[in-house]
């Protein structure tokens, strides 16, 4: 009687998990486990920089000038206190790496969501209702893909600028960043869902959705939705490591975060000043940390991508 009541038990979700398709996707890959686990540990390591980070490297208390452009702890010269060596401020730069990597993260993952937000939302609309809303959102679209990402957020920030002081533009420069993260990228999401939305809503359950009276948010949300979400999720793990490396372009710029907010951008900009003159160790270490974190995330969009293919499987 107990073994027919436990084979009648349904499996737990995380069993399901272990036994599904896309688990044993990801075990048999060896290079997307590796990219999950640089990713894993980086991001933790990112996250918990107060508590690993031997100092805050922007506390003004715990900097001291004298200790500017030591080299790494194994090099002549070095300071075993400061194992990647000090920046030009004497701030620690395997600190300085830490918190910068946090910035970073924090403005990708934001400006992500900002772009998969606006760009779910009309995909949705312009794909269920058609007509001049469709032809509305797809026109504004195109004007858009025809300016490069970057360049749509070098205007933001442009106008943000011109319209605020200097001390406000400060308060608000995350904000504004993030913001021009996702307005740049909300495009391809909208496209990818407004071409799924086409292909679903002629489906047999739509139209019984639509005869027993339930209101379109609903259908777009309760039905249409969950059978677009898998190329989503592909965007928006690969478009996360695109808005780190936009964020760091414009951080490079000088149009990004302050100093007073410093991402890897702003580490790769201030080392750049000194690269000519032997302190590589300034951009080269932050340089490392960035491509290592954008390629392990393009490497997991890419498995993503394949493991959600059904034609693969």
């Known amino acids: 009687?107990?073994?027919?009541?436990?084979?009648?038990?349904?499996?737990?979700?995380?069993?399901?998990?272990?036994?599904?398709?896309?688990?044993?996707?990801?075990?048999?890959?060896?290079?997307?486990?590796?990219?999950?686990?640089?990713?894993?540990?980086?991001?933790?390591?990112?996250?918990?920089?107060?508590?690993?980070?031997?100092?805050?490297?922007?506390?003004?208390?715990?900097?001291?000038?004298?200790?500017?452009?030591?080299?790494?702890?194994?090099?002549?010269?070095?300071?075993?206190?400061?194992?990647?060596?000090?920046?030009?401020?004497?701030?620690?730069?395997?600190?300085?790496?830490?918190?910068?990597?946090?910035?970073?993260?924090?403005?990708?993952?934001?400006?992500?969501?900002?772009?998969?937000?606006?760009?779910?939302?009309?995909?949705?609309?312009?794909?269920?209702?058609?007509?001049?809303?469709?032809?509305?959102?797809?026109?504004?679209?195109?004007?858009?893909?025809?300016f490069p990402a970057i360049l749509i957020a070098l205007l933001i920030d442009g106008i943000v600028r011109g319209l605020l002081k200097s001390a406000t533009r400060e308060d608000i420069a995350f904000s504004v960043l993030v913001v021009s993260i996702g307005l740049a990228f909300w495009v391809q999401y909208a496209r990818t869902v407004r071409g799924s939305t086409l292909v679903e809503k002629g489906r047999d359950y739509i139209q019984a959705a639509r005869l027993v009276g339930l209101p379109a948010p609903l259908i777009m949300i309760r039905h249409v939705l969950p059978n677009v979400i898998g190329p989503v999720l592909v965007i928006l793990t690969i478009n996360v490591g695109l808005a780190i490396i936009t964020e760091a372009t414009l951080s490079f710029l000088g149009v990004g975060l302050p100093p007073t907010q410093p991402s890897l951008g702003t580490l790769i900009s201030i080392g750049n000043r000194y690269l000519f003159s032997g302190d590589w160790w300034i951009v080269t270490f932050p340089g490392i940390t960035l491509a290592l974190f954008v390629l392990s995330i393009n490497l997991l969009g890419d498995w993503l991508r394949d493991a959600l293919n059904p034609k693969l499987q």
């Open 1 to 146: 009687m107990t073994d027919m009541i436990g084979a009648g038990k349904e499996p737990s979700v995380f069993k399901r998990m272990l036994d599904s398709d896309i688990f044993h996707s990801f075990k048999s890959s060896p290079i997307t486990m590796v990219a999950a686990f640089v990713v894993l540990v980086m991001t933790l390591a990112a996250l918990f920089a107060p508590l690993i980070a031997p100092m805050n490297p922007f506390d003004p208390a715990q900097v001291f000038l004298m200790n500017a452009n030591i080299p790494p702890r194994w090099m002549n010269g070095g300071d075993p206190q400061f194992l990647l060596g000090t920046d030009d401020q004497g701030r620690d730069l395997y600190s300085a790496i830490l918190y910068g990597l946090r910035v970073s993260i924090f403005v990708g993952v934001i400006g992500v969501a900002i772009a998969c937000t606006i760009g779910v939302t009309l995909g949705l609309v312009a794909g269920f209702f058609g007509g001049r809303v469709d032809a509305m959102i797809m026109r504004i679209a195109d004007v858009q893909l025809t």
